[in-house]
């Protein structure tokens, strides 16, 4: 090798050592950079005062999960039921009703009624349904806490516990049942005591507590799964006062109905009653109605008269508050009446629809959900000073209470109305109506020549955001009442953008008895 290319090969060594040095250097003074960065900060200020991070001990919640599945878990019964169902025969395109309690009960059912006059086609059909629920045992004796819905006009009811031979099902009987609730008691007769379950109390569960849900869904017997309290107080189900729910994601399919949500305790603090979803499945949000609720009616099913006794006045309201219909009615707080029964203790005491209560007893009253309360824990017979503002004048009356049940005892199912053969002009709010006809007025138990009934709504109308539906008959519209599509139209060319409308309005199929709601919202 000559010299000149032992030169190269040197120069070029002594590049390379070179770089390395430099870019050794520059690395250096670098991450002292970062360093001093780090201890001074951006401003230079020193982090000696901060603490160090640490990681928590692992907590063994899958063991705490498993625990109570297997202390619980025998409590929890899957219910089978069978029922025979009358139905109708109908035309091709007419729809059947929501509830068969009328289902072929002859020429004088409100259902023959809509069949005949929106020419509909009648023969009775008997057919054989089969149900899938759970259950909880709350007793040794064998009482078992569940959904009405899942007994409910059960011909036979039969219970499977999870420790049963394959095939082995216990005979149940229906001890008592309440409808506001959706809740039933039913029991089961073993030659042992049963395996119950504890109560817990739903008030002392706060959102993001664990849960578990226990129950047969889609037949799967001794399911458990796990989620949190997602929210409390939820009102799901409009005009259904007794009903606020725990909202959980623990997964709750069909199936899972009656069965009990449970804490970290192993203690039951809900029926599992109902999921939100679009196809009928989990979609992870579930309700369960809360312990405390559960076991106020438990105590009056199992008592002497197996019902629950509940005090009212007689009036109805807007479940949901409605700042359109304060402004309307002139009243900042309170409850406003959207219907009173015929013959009730509120009509003897003079209460009016349109009247907003603000006080009971002397005590201020501003939801809905406190009026119910308070007069739904007062016996029957009892007396209650009733303060409320008429036309913006405080007025005061005495109310006697009554039995709810009995006072509002007689309800029609909800039934379509159809299509007439008219086609009436469709309003600017996304209705068409029409006045009632004599035999509709008649059928329906409306006074001759009142209100107007909803043909159709218009999808994503203002009418289908206030939940205005066909074969809803419109009474009142902002306290002018309506009684030809003549009334209708004029009112309604009077309101304006940004406008509060408020309609007193009969649900469709409802009777005098079932009484008139309010239907509201601000006009876009």
Partial sequence: MDSRAIWV??????????????????????????????????????????????????????????????????????????????????????????DEDNGGSGGNSMDDFFNRFFGGQGGDAAIRERSLGSGVIVDPKGYIVTNRHVVEKADRIRVRLQDDPPGVQHDAKVIGEDPETDLAVIKIDLDRAAPSAKMGNSDSMEVGDWVLAIGSPFGQVGTVTAGIVSAKGRDIVPNRQFQTFIQTDAAINPGNSGGPLVNMNGEVIGINTAILSETNAYAGVGFSLPSNTVVQVYNQLIGPEHRVSRGSIGIMFDSVENPAIARVYGAGTGVTVSSVVAGSPADQAGLKVGDTITTVDGQKVTKGAELVADIAARKPGAKVAVGFLRNGKQQDTTVTIADRAKLFAARLNEDDTGNDESTPKQSKLGITVRKLTPEMAERLDMPAGKGVIVQDVKAGSFAEDINLGRGDVILEVNKQPVNSEEDFAKIESTLKSGQDAVFLVRPRGSTAQDGTIFMAGTLP
């Fill in 9 to 98: 090969r040197l120069k070029t060594r002594r590049w390379v050592y070179s770089f390395s040095i430099v870019a050794t250097l520059a690395l250096g003074i670098l991450i002292g950079s970062i360093v001093s960065y780090g201890v001074k900060g951006k401003e230079g200020q020193k982090s000696s005062d901060a603490t160090p991070l640490s990681v928590p001990a692992p907590q063994q919640l899958s063991n705490a999960f498993s625990q109570i599945a297997k202390d619980l878990g025998p409590s929890v019964v899957n219910i089978n039921t069978e029922s025979t169902v009358k139905t109708q025969r109908r035309r091709r395109g007419s729809q059947t009703p929501d």
